[in-house]
């Protein structure tokens, strides 16, 4: 079973984690059997990058030998934090190769931190001892020891140390394919770690998640997570570190069919690996940017990549590697009708793999040579090579089925241990209940002697029964309300476009939606047309339940402007729409003067042109980092006191521009100054972000409106819509 690194390893190892991901979307994308097979290699880059510190260089120079760290331990003069210390960097070394001497050592620094009564160094010493036993598989001793560890260091409130266990068993339960519970522990521990502001354990999660939400096939959320972890890791300037999240990337797109995203990030992640003289990451890369080709039928570039992939694999003796660029080089030369050479590779890899033991290469290997002998009307060697790759395939099969029974006893073992520690801590609150009832019993007894008092206490027991049936009746009714508030949100949502539909108009863009309340008078809209499409951001008269009233009036009427009325030109739109607010609300009797402001874009598929309108809200436009703001009709769609039809504004737009469709919502925002963040400033960071994609521009945007925010109240919904030309 392949493991997941422990939370235990330094910063390092949060890259190392990352590149499992590699292996887990290897092993389990059976459209791409080219993929499936680079397994090998990606596992043996997270074996190996564990050993390289900040500057991506071995750092085993730093540590002191073994020999002087036991004479430490072993020296009674010594204080006890340094000879504990002492002992856990010998458990480190050893953790790394040999798991089975690790748990020896770190036996004894439980009992000597038990001895000694160093509480926090116990809960370490029991924490690192449940991560080696998850390195040899005993999964039921690994949780065990973590929630011993867990207990501890939450009765001592050491959240750190509580999200270490917590992402230790998020590993332990994704081992066992157990990917809700993953999720579940991976969140809590994300939260502590932004509690205690480590970003390095906030993007340990976000690797983490990315990989679980791949294997449950979310390729969209993956992707967010993984960009999320790219926005930190970056920070640190690793380029070891930065190459492995652009890798993971890189192959997120691939899955999404964006060929061409992912070749971008998997060539930049080349780069920082062949600056970095990384030659595992140089390799994977060129493994990847032949399968981006492949997929993309230009089978000539595939096979420049798998070969100097080959190269490099050579050049450190990785005979593994070697064996796929050969299976990989077969197919490319039976895809260019070069059958002679794909024969030649093909017999090179059946030859390596066999010699390696690896049966899954082996056997694809068999498959791509009958392919070239029936290309090549040798009917006999063909079906001898597929019944080679059958037979193989039957054996994978039977060793695949046995090793999925000893995942689910691991899984049963793990269960059992859970419902055994519920167990023990219910019996204990059992105790204290009996502790609890006994006082009671011995105030009744006093009571029933103090007649006065007896009488005040029934005076104000029923007076409590009172209240609390108050209170009751009370929380029945919030709860009420807010339940059918919630169930309006879900209403609410189902007007809005969902953010893969924008994606495949808009590729390269991101939606900040915030609303104040469960329920918002900012919404979204997109309208698409074989020629064009319509997107506009619309704030609405008020926030929470009044203005998602008013939002659905609003976005019926744009709906019904362009399907039953067709209009198309902007201006003649947002006239329309007014129309038929107004009509919509003086069906009332009472004078409504509620409406929106709004700015509705509308952009060709042909070409660079775009049409604009706006009510009360402008346009941002940045090209060449100027910002050009386009100003809005100042008018409402609503009651108006002099109405003017609205304008419609022509654009002609180039690539690399942005643009920005916003409600004021977030230049409206109070932070702790005590005053509003205002337009000025919201388009200096907005110019202060243009070297980052849309998708790190979104990250920094919510966090620069959380960090202003600070302790204070959301002013208004959030709306901003980005979109890069």
Same mark, same amino acid.
């Given at each position: 079973?392949?493991?997941?690194?422990?939370? /235990?390893?330094?910063?390092?190892?949060?890259?190392?984690?990352?590149?499992?991901?590699?292996?887990?979307?290897?092993?389990?994308?059976?459209?791409?059997?080219?993929?499936?097979?680079?397994?090998?290699?990606?596992?043996?880059?997270?074996?190996?990058?564990?050993?390289?510190?900040?500057?991506?260089?071995?750092?085993?120079?730093?540590s002191p030998k073994l020999d002087s760290l036991w004479a430490v331990y072993k020296d009674a003069t010594r204080a006890d934090t340094l000879r504990i210390e002492a002992i856990e960097k010998i458990a480190f070394k050893y953790l790394k190769n040999n798991a089975d001497s690790a748990i020896l050592i770190l036996k004894?620094?439980?009992?000597?931190?038990?001895?000694?009564?160093?509480?926090?160094?116990?809960?370490?010493?029991?924490?690192?001892?449940?991560?080696?036993?998850?390195?040899?598989?005993?999964?039921?001793?690994?949780?065990?020891?973590?929630?011993?560890?867990?207990?501890?260091?939450?009765?001592?409130?050491?959240?750190?140390?509580?999200?270490?266990?917590?992402?230790?068993?998020?590993? /332990?339960?994704?081992?066992?394919?157990?990917?809700?519970?993953?999720?579940?522990?991976?969140?809590?521990?994300?939260?502590?770690?932004?509690?205690?502001?480590n970003n390095q354990g906030v993007a340990k999660c976000d690797n983490s998640m990315g990989v679980l939400y791949n294997s449950m096939g979310d390729h969209v959320k993956a992707l967010d997570y993984f960009q999320k972890a790219l926005v930190i890791i970056t920070e640190y300037k690793n380029n070891v570190q930065i190459g492995i999240c652009l890798t993971n990337i890189g192959n997120e797109y691939r899955r999404l069919l964006k060929y061409t995203l992912a070749k971008e990030y998997h060539t930049r992640a080349l780069k920082m690996f062949e600056e970095s003289s990384f030659l595992q990451g140089v390799s994977a890369n060129y493994i990847n940017l032949g399968n981006d080709y492949y997929d993309q039928n230009d089978f000539q570039k595939a096979m420049d990549f798998q070969f100097k992939a080959l190269q490099s694999f050579r050049k450190m003796g990785n005979k593994l590697g070697m064996g796929n660029c050969f299976m990989n080089i077969s197919e490319d030369y039976g895809k260019l009708n070069n059958l002679k050479l794909s024969i030649r590779y093909g017999d090179s890899a059946i030859a390596i793999n066999k010699a390696?033991?690896?049966?899954?290469?082996?056997?694809?290997?068999?498959? *791509?040579?009958?392919?070239?002998?029936?290309?090549?009307?040798?009917?006999?060697?063909?079906?001898?090579?597929?019944?080679?790759?059958?037979?193989?395939?039957?054996?994978?099969?039977?060793t695949d089925k046995t090793k999925q029974l000893?995942?689910?006893?691991?899984? *049963?073992?793990?269960?059992?241990?859970?419902?055994?520690?519920?167990?023990?801590?219910?019996?204990?609150?059992?105790?204290?209940?009996?502790?609890? *009832?006994?006082?009671?019993?011995?105030?009744?007894?006093?009571?029933?002697?103090?007649?006065?008092?007896?009488?005040?206490?029934?005076?104000?027991?029923?007076?409590?029964? /009172?209240?609390?049936?108050?209170?009751i009746l009370v929380e029945e009714k919030q709860k009420e309300i807010v339940d059918s508030i919630n169930y309006a949100r879900r209403l609410q949502q189902a007007i809005l476009p969902s953010f893969s539909e924008i994606q495949n108009h808009f590729p390269d863009s991101f939606i900040l939606y915030h609303p104040k309340d469960i329920v918002a008078g900012d919404f979204y809209w997109m309208y698409v047309t074989s020629d064009s499409v319509f997107i506009a951001a619309a704030d609405c008269t008020g926030h929470g339940v009044p203005g998602a009233?008013?939002?659905?009036?609003?976005?019926?009427?744009?709906?019904?402007?362009?399907?039953?009325?067709?209009?198309? %030109?902007? !201006?003649?739109?947002?006239?329309?729409?007014?129309?038929?607010?107004?009509?919509?609300?003086?069906?009332?009797?009472?004078?409504?003067?509620?409406?929106?402001?709004?700015?509705?874009l509308c952009l060709s598929k042909k070409d660079n042109k775009a049409q604009w309108s706006g009510a009360n809200?402008?346009?941002?436009?940045?090209?060449?980092?100027?910002?050009?703001?386009?100003?809005?009709?100042?008018?409402?769609? !609503?009651?108006?006191?002099?109405?003017?039809?609205?304008?419609? /504004?022509?654009?002609?737009?180039?690539? !690399? %521009?942005?643009?920005?469709?916003?409600?004021?919502g977030y230049s409206d925002q109070f932070g702790h100054t005590n005053k509003k963040l205002m337009k000025k400033k919201f388009k200096e960071i907005l110019l202060s972000i243009q070297d980052k994609s849309m998708s790190q521009q979104k990250y920094f945007l919510d966090q620069q409106h959380n960090n202003w925010k600070g302790k204070m109240e959301q002013t208004d919904d959030v709306t901003v819509i980005g979109i890069k030309i």
């Open positions: 079973m392949a493991k997941n690194f422990p939370v /235990i390893l330094p910063w390092h190892s949060i890259p190392a984690f990352s590149l499992f991901f590699l292996s887990k979307i290897g092993r389990f994308d059976l459209l791409n059997l080219r993929m499936k097979y680079f397994l090998a290699f990606s596992l043996l880059l997270c074996l190996l990058l564990p050993v390289f510190g900040q500057t991506g260089k071995s750092d085993s120079r730093k004894q620094e439980v009992d000597f931190a038990k001895e000694k009564k160093l509480r926090l160094k116990y809960a370490g010493a029991l924490k690192i001892l449940g991560v080696a036993y998850s390195k040899i598989s005993k999964t039921a001793q690994a949780f065990e020891n973590l929630q011993q560890a867990l207990t501890i260091y939450e009765k001592e409130k050491d959240k750190l140390g509580m999200a270490d266990c917590d992402i230790n068993f998020a590993n /332990i339960y994704s081992d066992l394919s157990d990917y809700p519970k993953s999720l579940q522990f991976n969140l809590k521990a994300m939260a502590l770690y932004q509690q205690v502001n390696i033991g690896d049966l899954s290469q082996e056997s694809e290997s068999y498959k *791509y040579l009958a392919q070239a002998y029936a290309k090549s009307d040798k009917y006999k060697e063909a079906y001898e090579n597929y019944m080679q790759f059958s037979s193989l395939k039957d054996s994978i099969f039977n000893s995942d689910l006893k691991t899984q *049963y073992e793990v269960d059992k241990k859970e419902t055994e520690l519920k167990a023990k801590s219910e019996a204990d609150h059992a105790r204290q209940r009996a502790i609890i *009832y006994a006082g009671a019993a011995v105030l009744l007894i006093v009571i029933f002697f103090s007649i006065f008092l007896y009488r005040r206490f029934k005076i104000t027991q029923q007076q409590k029964v /009172i209240i609390e049936q108050k209170s009233l008013v939002s659905v009036v609003c976005s019926n009427a744009l709906n019904r402007t362009v399907n039953e009325f067709g209009l198309r %030109d902007t !201006g003649r739109i947002l006239d329309k729409v007014t129309e038929l607010v107004l009509e919509t609300f003086e069906k009332s009797g009472d004078e409504i003067k509620d409406g929106m402001d709004i700015s509705l809200t402008p346009l941002w436009i940045i090209k060449r980092n100027e910002l050009t703001e386009i100003k809005a009709d100042k008018q409402p769609i !609503g009651k108006s006191e002099e109405r003017k039809p609205f304008s419609t /504004i022509d654009l002609s737009l180039t690539s !690399g %521009d942005t643009i920005y469709l916003i409600t004021d």
